[in-house]
Every structure is written in structure tokens, then in C-alpha cells.
């Protein structure tokens, strides 16, 4: 007799919940970060980027989404083993392209303004 696995429902709910919770943390810590560099213009935001505090909860963030993506894979028929070895490079490759983009994003708000990144007024 064949026998079916279940698909990990639980570890797609822990990835979910995960993400959204170091997502939290991160939206905090980084709001401060900007709230400290615009009160006190000396130091150099880019600098402050990659602190630990910050670091902590983007990683936590990311091991979500692999979480989350690898048991979808699964529940969708991919083999565990398979489902992880392709949700790692696009988790690690999305990680990387959003970090750098933030960089990027704060980089440009440190020389030009906040009102170079507002995307919902028209110029």
C-alpha cells in the first residue's frame, strides 16, 4: 500500500507566523533608526544599517519565508528534501535583493530628503 504524507500545514503556519512576527520587529526597530538619524543629522544612516538589532529580526524574517515557501512546495507535491533545496536560493536570493533595496532606499533619503522615496505623490 501507498502511503501519502501529510503536507506540513504546521511548519506553513509557523513560517507565516514567524515572518510576520520579526517583520513587526523589524518595521519597529528600523522606524527608530530613521527617528534617531532625523533628529540627529550627524551621523550617517548607512552607517547605523547593519546593527544587530536590525539584523536580527530581517534574519528572522527570512527564515520565515523559507519556512513558509519550502512546506508550500510540499503541500503542493514537492518531495521535502527537493522543496527545501529550492526554497533556499530564492529565499537567500529575495533577502539579499530587499537588504540591499533598503539600503539603497536609505542611502537616498540620507542625501536627497524623504521626499525623494515618496512614491504616492506626483511630481
Known amino acids: 500500500m501507498y502511503y501519502l504524507p501529510e503536507p506540513p500545514y504546521f511548519l506553513m503556519i509557523a513560517g507565516l507566523f514567524v515572518s510576520l512576527t520579526s517583520g513587526a520587529a523589524f518595521g519597529a526597530t528600523l522606524k527608530q ?11 550617517s ?52 535583493l530587499i537588504w540591499r533595496q533598503l539600503g539603497s532606499m536609505l542611502t537616498l533619503a540620507e542625501k536627497e530628503g524623504f521626499a525623494a522615496i515618496d512614491i504616492d505623490s506626483w511630481r
Do not use: K
Not at 533608526?33 to 551621523?43: G, L
Not at 528572522?60 to 529550492?86: Q, R, W
Open 33 to 43: 533608526i530613521v527617528q534617531n538619524w532625523s533628529s540627529d543629522r550627524i551621523s
Open 45 to 96: 544612516m548607512s552607517s547605523q544599517l547593519p546593527t544587530v538589532s536590525l539584523v536580527v529580526p530581517f534574519v528572522g524574517i527570512t527564515m520565515g519565508v523559507y519556512l513558509f515557501l519550502s512546506a508550500g512546495l510540499e503541500v503542493f507535491g514537492f518531495p521535502g528534501l527537493m522543496a527545501y533545496a529550492v526554497a533556499f536560493p530564492l529565499t537567500l536570493f529575495v533577502g539579499i
